[in-house]
Structures are given as C-alpha cells and as structure tokens.
Nanobody, 126 residues
Framework: QLQLVESGGDLVQPGGSLRLTCEAS????????IAWFRQAPGKEREGVAC????????NYADSAKGRFTISRDNARNTVYLQMSNLRPDDTATYFC???????????????????WGQGTQVTVSS
C-alpha cells in the first residue's frame, strides 16, 4: 500500500521560501496523481496544488498561483512543493495526498485522494 511522508516544513519569515517534499513508498508514484493540501487551526482543509501522474497537467488554488510550484520526480518517487513569497496566511499543516490515476488530469476536489501523509508544519512569521 502506498505510504507518503512529508518533510521540509519550517518557521520562515514573510517573503521567504520553502520547499516541501513528499516521499512515497510501497508503490510506484507514477501511477498516482498527487496533490498538496493544507489546514490551518480552526479552518477547513484546502487544496493548494495538484499534479497529474505524468506531470502533463497542474492545477493551483488561487492563493497559490504565481507563488507555489508543484513538481514531481517519478524516478525518485517524490513530489515537491516549492513555495515562495510566503505570507502569514500560508501558515498551516501541509499534507500530500495521492489518487490512483489512469489519465493526465488532477482535480483537487476529487474525493478519491485516499492516501495521505502525516503532514509537515509551515509557519510564516516575523
């Protein structure tokens, strides 16, 4: 069974950058679309970015467009989220999730993201 482990979260100042990593084990990541989600205290979980199994398509939340970039290295079984120009409202626990996929679409609202990591904390504060 696919297992996901996130890393890279940290305390960063506003305007700073971070790269989050999602490493997979138990199956080949090339079979899955991958999305990053985040959840701040007292708020609902929201999708941030999504990438199809072969990197053909990417989708971003409006809040992430122009600042975040999702990418993947299927040979390394790893997905990344490069975040720049971070703001205090980006503070949240960030999760990666996987959806078994047979096409090159990725939609964050898809209910079939059933594999989840444990999350990594990102705090943006001066």
């Amino acid at each position: 069974q696919l297992q996901l482990v996130e890393s890279g979260g940290d305390l960063v100042q506003p305007g700073g950058s971070l790269r989050l990593t999602c490493e997979a084990s138990g199956d080949r990541l090339r079979h899955y679309a991958i999305a990053w989600f985040r959840q701040a205290p007292g708020k609902e979980r929201e999708g941030v970015a999504c990438i199809s199994r072969g990197s053909i398509s990417e989708n971003y939340a409006d809040s992430a467009k122009g600042r975040f970039t999702i990418s993947r290295d299927n040979a390394r079984n790893t997905v990344y989220l490069q975040m720049s120009n971070l703001r205090p409202d980006d503070t949240a626990t960030y999760f990666c999730a996987a959806l078994l996929s047979f096409d090159e679409f990725c939609i964050m609202s898809d209910p079939n993201f059933i594999f989840w990591g444990q999350g990594t904390q990102v705090t943006v504060s001066s």
